[in-house]
């Protein structure tokens, strides 16, 4: 259509045998983490539906089960439309990384322990203040987005460091519901 622009997206997967030079932070101390999937965007709110899509099929992939599936789409839908509305106001074309690691707990020939979300952005600092989430019992729209993440994700942590915002959200696989079929259907080692 005349005057619209389509979404850019762009996506990266790691090369096989490519190793990451990452500082080991302490919250990947006790097991490690590769880089899966990256996804390169514009912030369109017609990319949404592109990170939508994507993310179900990693969950899936990942045997997460259903509900959580959809828990993490809707956690990052809801935090990829609060950096275009929020941190860039609203401005179109301006750059967001999701980058989506599998933990692992130990070697890599068993199934992965979880997904780490991170969602960087260039835009305006958020105030820790509104990070809060607004009080339940105040009946009106908006404002539950980021108490929704904290319920269905197992971690969510905000930051900024050289004028870049990170989110990093963590959901992990629980032992029981890990997948143990045969071979063929176990992750790509």
């Known amino acids: ?8 997206v ?5 090369r096989k045998n490519r190793k990451h030079h990452r500082k080991a932070s302490k919250s990947r101390a006790r097991g490690r983490s590769d880089m899966w999937l990256r996804l390169e965007l514009e912030s369109n709110p017609e990319a949404l539906g592109l990170v939508r899509a994507t993310l179900e099929r990693a969950t899936e992939f990942m045997h997460f089960p259903e509900p959580d599936s959809r828990a993490i789409v809707r956690s990052v839908d809801e935090a990829v439309a609060n950096v275009i509305r929020h941190a860039y ?20 020939v068993k199934p992965p322990a979880g997904l780490e979300i991170l969602l960087q952005d260039s835009g305006e600092a958020a105030d820790p203040k509104k990070l809060q989430g607004r009080p339940l019992d105040e009946v009106r729209p908006g404002g539950l987005g980021l108490h929704f993440m904290r319920q269905s994700m197992d971690k969510v942590e905000f930051s900024r460091k050289n004028g870049k915002n990170l989110l ?4 992990y696989l629980e ?3 890990r997948h143990t079929g045969d ?7």
């Open 10 to 14: 762009r996506v990266r997967v790691p």
């Open 183 to 189: 071979k063929e259907n176990r992750p790509c080692r």
């Open 89 to 108: 106001k609203g401005r179109a074309g301006m750059p967001i990384t999701l980058t989506c690691n599998r933990l692992w707990s130990g070697e890599k």
């Open 175 to 177: 032992p029981h519901k």
């Open 168 to 171: 990093r959200m963590v959901k």
């Open 1 to 8: 259509m005349p005057g619209t622009t389509e979404p850019e």
